[in-house]
């Protein structure tokens, strides 16, 4: 099992920056991807962010592309996502999250923290 827990969301205006983090816990060996997810009301969960923790490759969605930076700590155990350039779109719940398999790096994830809120103000 993987227990995840983010934190580090809050409210920020446009074109400022937030940093959320995701704290990593039990049996994370073959992971195949960690990656950030975010759901705004009324839209569906997208996948922003990727990261394959073997080899450190990175992904992103081209709505993010360019403004966000998905990283990991393995000393520390924690999965971050540096956001820049924010605006109003950006507002949603950013999920963090884990998979064994490899394959689609945006789909059939196992593992799932609560969710942490981040708002953007116009």
């Known amino acids: 099992q993987v227990q995840l827990r983010e934190s580090g969301g809050g409210s920020v205006q446009a074109g400022g920056s937030l940093t959320v983090s995701c704290a990593v816990s039990?049996?994370?060996?073959?992971?195949?991807?960690m990656g950030w997810f975010r759901q705004a009301p009324g839209k569906e969960r997208e996948g922003v962010a990727a990261?394959?923790?073997?080899?450190?490759?990175?992904y992103y969605a081209d709505s993010v592309k360019g403004r966000f930076t998905i990283s990991q700590d393995n000393a520390k155990r924690t999965l971050y996502l540096k956001m820049d350039s924010l605006g109003p779109d950006d507002t949603a719940m950013y999920y963090c999250?884990?998979?064994?398999?490899?394959?689609?790096?945006?789909?059939?994830?196992?593992?799932w923290g609560q969710g942490t809120q981040v708002t953007v103000s116009s």
């Open positions: 999250a884990a998979k064994r398999a490899y394959g689609d790096r945006w789909s059939g994830y196992n593992y």
């Open positions: 039990g049996y994370t060996g073959s992971l195949g991807y």
């Open positions: 990261i394959e923790p073997g080899y450190g490759w990175r």
